[in-house]
């Protein structure tokens, strides 16, 4: 079975960073599209960075040049480094997962996911 266990949430101050992992199980790590998306308090579920199996990645406009999505293929984990934290980055992050190839265009597309990790919040505050 497809599982997908996000840790490294907490509560920092603006300007901070903050990494989370995604770790996997249920499938091979590499072969699937994976992405991160958040849910903000009064927004929408929005995509902020995937990557497929190709090593394409794409980013939401708001996390460009502060965020990076990257692969730990030895520990079968999925990270997002996050720097430079605003307030308005705090959500519930969600990593996700998907067994077909989607190119760059889909990454950040809700519906082109069909595996949900349980998520894990990041706040942001003075």
């Known amino acids: 079975q497809e599982q997908l266990v996000e840790s490294g949430g907490g509560l920092v101050q603006p300007g901070q960073s903050l990494t989370l992992s995604c770790r996997t199980s249920?499938?091979?790590?590499?072969?699937?599209?994976m992405a991160w998306f958040r849910r903000r308090e009064g927004k929408e579920r929005e995509g902020v960075a995937g990557?497929?199996?190709?090593?394409?990645?794409n980013y939401a406009d708001s996390v460009k040049g502060r965020f990076t999505i990257s692969q730990d293929n030895a520990k079968n984990t999925l990270v997002l480094q996050m720097n430079n934290l605003k307030p308005e980055d705090t959500a519930i992050y969600y990593c996700?997962?998907?067994?077909?190839?989607?190119?760059?265009?889909?990454?950040?597309?809700?519906?082109?996911?069909?595996?949900w990790g349980q998520g894990t919040q990041v706040a942001v505050s003075e």
């Open positions: 990557i497929n199996p190709s090593g394409s990645t």
């Open positions: 996700v997962a998907d067994s077909r190839q989607w190119g760059r265009v889909t990454l950040l597309a809700s519906e082109a996911y069909s595996i």
């Open positions: 249920g499938f091979t790590f590499g072969t699937y599209t």
